[in-house]
């Protein structure tokens, strides 16, 4: 237990950002400003390639710090190659190509370290062993890579692999040949050679048939996250003109198909906008707009003045009463807004310090199964939601293949299992195997935007959660166009965030509806279709907000799913209408937008077209657009799900 606590201890020194920064930062200083050979050597140019990009500054701080000190050509040259190497460690610390490639970090380190040497060169100011002092900086980085796995290791309680021990002892042996010259170096790498056979760098690991703790929670923060993202885009009523919420409706409708928009619009955009942007700021302090107010680049331009005031009054009458409306409904938003950072805050806390629910650890499945993987590996095989065999773990290095891990896995569980799920991990791979699932679907669509417009309303997403859920969201957007797409958007893309993150579909509607209550529009509301299916049991559940019928077909029987419930964003507080039902392989799922049938219409023709195996979502638009010749155009969107067995 004693051992334990030390690793702790230790563990949590180096990860800490003030205590591990100061750590590498003196680290580095005092291999930079060691020179036993009388000119300064490239070790702290590789530690600071070797390092996580997050103690990449602490690390350059100290590097250039030490080599800049005694000065001499030799430490300015170090100096230039660690900035250089940092920029560029900068640059590419994003790029999952550049983090897949084990050798880049080493090769960095060799590149500048010979670029430098280069130029000293063809300067007159440099000596020949550059190109040793290259090999001397590649192998130095992977060793201290290899030391630092080494270190990641002892503290999490596991046994370090033997290749990453001879790094460390590579790492040791360069610290010391920096810091107390060539003699101690050597008698330092002999006796790292007598003690790797030993027991000596086992880390204490818990006692056999004690279950291992389950890993740390992630979901909670992976929500904050989100939530955090969502706040930061948010902005309140106020914050700016009211030009594009006011005006935008009166210029599509007025302007749009106008012989003059080539002149105004056309030509000299940016001077309408600021016009706009003028009569905003009128009706913010609340006159009235008259067409004498209109500015005299758009007044001596405009041939539709008068309809355009109207336009842009009864506009501006319906955005107050809107704004007052949900005003009275949500008291003060900045509270609101506040509400969802305090949220987010303790979530992170709840993340840090909670454990994972609803997992039974299996140790004996992960004993026998352990061997299947590469040296240094670590595995977790437990029990999820639904007694579902769940095998997670990381292993250093390259990606692992696993199919020796998923065939054993299989022979001693009786489960058969899906692919496994790669993340890119530092300095190896983290991967979660699932149990594979019961059902699957395939899913077919077609968007047709309403008539004039490029851009439909609608939006369709699926998407699979962590458990296994396959979830079909149909969003409808306010009005048609662009505008609409983007309210539609931004609800099928947060609901995807926050239930991928896992969050509840309960919550994450929750949230939704109040990230679309105080949005900058009054009419940030959109229609919410969501089928959530579970591939193991089959069980399905539709949850409709102001969302147009949708159907179940099994055989010739057509089981129909309605809704009165209103739209996502329009009030502080959202009752959608759930239903409920078991599926089974062959049965199929139609979902509509409001283009195609609006609610407690009857479906007639439709649904007849429904019933019919072969009919393609294309076709059943095609046909809805023949039907609905006398309505009003609108956009109009088919999904159809086929539920097929595994």
Same mark, same amino acid.
């Given at each position: 237990m004693e051992q334990r606590l030390t690793h702790k201890r230790f563990e949590q020194l180096w990860s800490s950002p003030l205590t591990g920064a100061a750590i590498r930062l003196a680290f580095c200083f005092g291999l930079a400003y060691g020179r036993p050979l009388g000119v300064a050597l490239p070790f702290s140019v590789a530690l600071a390639a070797a390092v996580p990009i997050r103690m990449l500054l602490p690390a350059v701080v100290g590097s250039v710090a030490g080599y800049l000190v005694l000065g001499g050509m030799s430490g300015i040259r170090y100096a230039a190659a660690v900035s250089v190497l940092a920029g560029v460690r900068l640059i590419f610390r994003d790029s999952r190509d550049v983090a897949a490639v084990w050798w880049f970090e080493p090769t960095l380190a060799a590149t500048v370290t010979l670029s430098t040497g280069l130029a000293l060169v063809f300067g007159g100011d440099g000596g020949q062993w550059f190109w040793l002092e290259t090999l001397v900086a590649g192998l130095a980085a992977q060793s201290f890579i290899m030391a630092q796995r080494v270190l990641s290791e002892l503290t999490g309680g596991s046994t370090p692999d033997m290749r990453n021990c001879v790094g460390l002892v590579g790492a040791i042996c360069a610290t010391v040949f920096s810091v107390a010259g060539p003699a101690a170096a050597i008698g330092a790498a002999a006796a790292g050679a007598m003690l790797l056979p030993a027991r000596t760098l086992r880390a204490a690991v818990p006692a056999k048939g004690t279950p291992a703790p389950p890993p740390a929670p992630v979901?909670?923060?992976?929500? /904050? #996250?989100?939530?955090?993202?969502?706040?930061?885009?948010?902005?309140?009523?106020? #914050? &700016?003109?009211?030009?594009?919420?006011?005006?935008?409706?009166?210029?599509?409708?007025?302007?749009?198909?106008?012989?003059?928009?080539?002149?105004?619009?056309? /030509?000299?955009?940016?001077?309408?906008?600021?016009?706009?942007?003028?009569?905003?700021?009128?009706?913010?302090?609340? /006159? #009235?707009?008259?067409?004498?107010?209109?500015?005299?680049?758009?007044?001596? /331009?405009?041939?539709?003045?008068?309809?355009?005031?109207?336009e842009a009054a009864a506009?501006?009458?319906?955005?107050?009463?809107?704004?007052?409306?949900?005003?009275?409904?949500?008291?003060?938003i900045g509270v609101l807004r506040e509400q969802y950072r305090c949220f987010s805050a303790v979530l992170d806390d709840l993340g840090e310090a909670a454990e994972e629910e609803d997992v039974v650890p299996d140790p004996r499945l992960t004993e026998r199964l352990t061997p299947c993987l590469p040296p240094g590996s670590t595995l977790q095989a437990e029990y999820a939601r639904q007694g579902k065999l769940r095998l997670s773990g990381y292993c250093p290095g390259v990606r692992p293949d696993l199919r020796r891990l998923s065939q054993m896995a299989a022979a001693v569980s009786g489960r058969h299992l899906s692919p496994p799920d790669f993340v890119r991990a530092e300095g190896g791979w983290e991967f979660t195997v699932g149990e594979a699932a019961s059902f699957t679907v395939s899913t077919r669509r077609h968007i047709s935007p309403c008539p004039g417009e490029r851009v439909a309303g609608d939006t369709v997403r699926d998407f699979r959660t962590e458990d296994r859920k396959y979830v079909t969201v149909l969003s409808d957007g306010m009005g048609a166009g662009g505008a609409a797409s983007r309210k539609s958007r931004m609800a099928t893309d947060c609901l995807e965030k926050l239930m991928q993150a896992g969050l509840g579909r309960e919550s994450a509607l929750r949230v939704l509806n109040s990230a679309l209550l105080i949005g900058a529009e009054p009419e940030v509301y959109a229609t919410l279709d969501v089928a959530v299916l579970d591939m193991y049991t089959g069980e399905l559940e539709f949850i409709k907000a102001g969302a147009a019928p949708s159907f179940i077909v099994r055989g010739d029987k057509v089981t129909r799913v309605d809704s009165r419930a209103l739209p996502a964003g329009l009030l502080p507080v959202l009752e959608p209408e759930v239903y409920r039902c078991r599926?089974?392989?062959?049965?199929?799922?139609?979902?509509?937008?409001? &283009?195609?049938?609006?609610? &407690?219409?009857?479906? &007639?023709?439709?649904?007849?077209?429904?019933?019919?195996? #072969?009919?393609?979502?294309?076709?059943?638009?095609?046909?809805?657009?023949?039907?609905?010749e006398s309505t009003p155009p609108d956009d109009m969107t088919v999904v159809m799900m086929t539920i097929e067995k595994m």
């Open positions: 979901r909670t923060k992976r929500v /904050a #996250d989100v939530l955090r993202d969502l706040t930061d885009q948010l902005r309140t009523r106020g #914050d &700016g003109p009211l030009s594009t919420e006011v005006f935008s409706p009166a210029v599509e409708r007025l302007c749009k198909n106008c012989k003059q928009n080539h002149r105004c619009w056309g /030509a000299n955009y940016n001077t309408m906008m600021d016009c706009l942007t003028q009569m905003s700021m009128l009706l913010r302090r609340g /006159a #009235d707009l008259a067409e004498c107010d209109l500015p005299q680049p758009f007044a001596s /331009a405009c041939v539709k003045r008068a309809e355009f005031v109207l506009e501006a009458r319906r955005f107050e009463e809107v704004s007052r409306f949900r005003q009275d409904g949500l008291g003060d599926v089974q392989a062959g049965d199929r799922i139609v979902m509509l937008s409001d &283009g195609v049938l609006p609610s &407690g219409e009857q479906a &007639g023709e439709i649904e007849t077209l429904i019933k019919n195996p #072969d009919v393609t979502p294309k076709a059943l638009v095609s046909l809805t657009k023949k039907v609905r």
